[in-house]
C-alpha cells in the first residue's frame, strides 16, 4: 500500500511541474520572436536608412559629375562665382543677348555664334541650353536625376593665383517624390522619414591652358574680332587669330607666312580660331602734363618731345584725339618708350626703326585706341613706306595699311583690310610678328580656362554656413 500511494503521489507531482514548464518554454518562444521580429525590423531600417544616405552621396557625386560637365563646355564660366551683385559676372547673369553688357556676356555670345563653326564642335543650342542650366542652378533650387533623387548647387566659388573653384553642393535622396524644389530648409523631408541629405565640398583647379598663338614669347601678328582678314589681300608674318566662317574651316592658309627673319625659337606660324575675347585696354593714365593730353597731332613731330615728362617707369604717355597727316610723319625715337591713348581715328605715316639701337624693341611703342570721341566707324590707316615698330590695340577699329612700308609687332582690331580708302598691296606682307608679351604696359594675355582632376573633396554638415565651411 505504502509503493502504490508513493507511485501514485509522485505521478500527480509531475502533472503538476509539466504545465508550468510549457507555459515557461511558450514564453521563451515568444520572446525570442519577438527578439528576431524587432532585430529583422531593425536591420530592415538600417539597411533602408544606409540605402537613402548611399543615393544621397550618389546624387552629390552625378551632380558634381553634371556640373564638371557643364563647365568643362563652356570654361569661361568656370573663372567667375556662381552668385554675384546685380550686373557683375556670375552665372547667375549668365545670358546670350544681342547687346551684351558684361565681359561674361560678351564672350558667351561669341562661343554661341562660333558654335556651328569647326572651330568650336558645340551645337549654338546645345551651347546655350548649358549656359541656361548653369544660369539656373545658381538659382538654389533643386534639381532632378530620377528615381526621387535630386541635387542642388549651394555655391560655387572662384579664386586665383592659382586658379580653383571651390563647388559647395547637395544630394538628396527620398523614398516619395518631392513636392516642392525651391525650399531648401533643413525639414524639407520632415514628410519622408527615409529621406536623406548629403553636403560636399569640391576643389577643382582651374588651369591656364593658352591655344599655340597665345602660348610664345611674342603676341600674335593679328588679332581680329569679325570677319577674316582683307580677304586674301594681305599676307601675314605670323599667327593670324581671326573669326573662322568658311563650311570647311580653311581660313585661307596661304596668307599665313614665317617670320623672316625666323624668331627665336622658330616656330610655325598658325591661323587660330573665335572662342575669346579681347582683354580690357589699359586705363588711361591721369596726371598727365596737359602739354601730354589731348593732342591733335596734324604735321610732321618727333616723340618724346622736349620738356615731356615720363612716368616713374620710364614710358613717355600721350592722350592724343587724332593722327590725321596729309603729309610727313609721327616719328619716335628709337630706344624711348612711348605710349599713346588715341580717342580718335589715326590716319598718316607713324615710324619706329630701332635699327641697330641697343635697348629698342618694337614694343617700345605702344597705341591704345578706345574711341572715346564715339565716332559711327573709327578707323586706323597706317601710310607710308616708313617702318613700324609697334603693338597697336584698337578692339572696335577697322584696321589697315596701305604703302610700302614694314610693319614690325602686332594689330589687334575690329577687322583688317575693310578700309576702301586705305588699300593693302596685294600679296604685300603687312604685318610681321615681333612684340614680346613682356614689353606690354599691362599684362593682355587672355586666359583659356582647363578643368584639372578634383584635387580635393570632403563632406560637411548640410547646416554649413557659407562663411564657416569645414573643408579647406
Avoid at 241 to 265: F, R, W, Y
Avoid at 305 to 319: F, M
Amino acid at each position: 500500500m505504502n509503493n502504490r500511494l508513493c507511485l501514485h503521489l509522485m505521478a500527480n507531482r509531475e502533472k503538476g511541474f509539466a504545465l508550468p514548464l510549457a507555459v515557461l518554454i511558450g514564453l521563451i518562444l515568444m520572446v525570442t520572436g519577438m527578439t528576431m521580429i524587432m532585430r529583422a525590423q531593425g536591420d530592415q531600417s538600417k539597411v533602408i536608412a544606409q540605402k537613402v544616405r548611399a543615393d544621397a552621396l550618389t546624387s552629390s557625386e552625378t551632380g558634381v559629375a553634371r556640373v564638371q560637365d557643364l563647365l568643362n563646355s563652356v570654361r569661361v564660366m568656370a573663372t567667375v562665382d556662381s552668385n554675384c551683385t546685380s550686373g557683375g559676372d556670375c552665372w547667375q547673369n549668365a545670358e546670350v543677348v544681342a547687346n551684351p553688357s558684361t565681359n561674361l556676356q560678351r564672350h558667351l555670345k561669341k562661343l554661341v555664334d562660333a558654335a556651328s563653326s569647326c572651330s568650336n564642335p558645340n551645337d549654338a543650342d546645345t551651347l546655350t541650353a548649358k549656359i541656361n542650366e548653369l544660369r539656373g542652378l545658381s538659382a538654389n533650387t533643386w534639381f532632378e536625376l530620377g528615381n526621387n533623387r535630386y541635387y542642388r548647387v549651394v555655391g560655387y566659388d572662384y579664386s586665383t593665383g592659382p586658379g580653383k573653384g571651390v563647388l559647395t553642393l547637395e544630394g538628396r535622396s527620398r523614398i516619395s517624390t518631392a513636392t516642392d524644389l525651391t525650399n531648401t530648409g533643413p525639414d524639407i523631408d520632415s514628410d519622408d522619414n527615409a529621406a536623406s541629405r548629403n553636403r560636399v565640398v569640391v576643389t577643382i583647379p582651374i588651369l591656364d591652358a593658352p591655344t599655340r598663338a597665345f602660348n610664345r614669347s611674342t603676341v600674335p601678328a593679328l588679332w581680329i574680332s569679325e570677319g577674316t582678314a582683307d580677304d586674301g589681300a594681305s599676307r601675314f608674318q605670323g599667327d593670324v587669330v581671326e573669326e573662322v566662317v568658311s563650311p570647311e574651316c580653311e581660313a585661307e592658309q596661304d596668307k599665313i607666312q614665317q617670320p623672316t627673319p625666323a624668331l627665336n625659337p622658330p616656330y610655325t606660324a598658325q591661323p587660330q580660331f573665335v572662342g575669346v575675347f579681347f582683354p580690357n585696354l589699359p586705363p588711361i593714365p591721369t596726371g598727365l602734363r596737359d602739354e601730354q593730353k589731348n593732342l591733335a597731332l596734324t604735321s610732321s613731330e618727333t616723340f618724346p618731345r622736349t620738356g615731356d615728362t615720363a612716368s616713374p617707369s620710364g614710358v613717355y604717355e600721350y592722350i592724343v584725339n587724332n593722327i590725321n597727316l596729309s603729309s610727313g610723319q609721327i616719328t619716335i625715337t628709337p630706344g624711348q618708350r612711348v605710349v599713346f591713348y588715341v580717342r580718335g581715328n589715326i590716319n598718316g605715316a607713324i615710324g619706329h626703326d630701332c635699327g641697330s639701337v641697343t635697348g629698342c624693341k618694337p614694343g617700345n611703342l605702344q597705341i591704345y585706341a578706345d574711341n572715346g570721341l564715339g565716332s559711327a566707324a573709327p578707323q586706323i590707316c597706317l601710310r607710308g613706306d616708313q617702318t613700324l615698330q609697334a603693338f597697336i590695340f584698337a578692339p572696335d577699329y577697322s584696321l589697315g595699311k596701305t604703302g610700302t612700308g614694314t610693319f614690325i609687332g602686332a594689330a589687334w582690331g575690329k577687322n583688317w583690310g575693310e578700309i576702301t580708302d586705305c588699300p593693302s598691296s596685294i600679296g604685300a606682307v603687312a604685318v610681321t610678328q615681333g612684340v614680346e608679351w613682356t614689353d606690354l604696359i599691362q599684362d593682355l594675355k587672355p586666359q583659356f580656362p582647363q578643368l584639372d582632376k578634383i584635387a580635393n573633396w570632403c563632406e560637411e554638415p548640410i547646416d554649413t554656413a557659407p562663411d564657416e565651411s569645414e573643408c579647406d
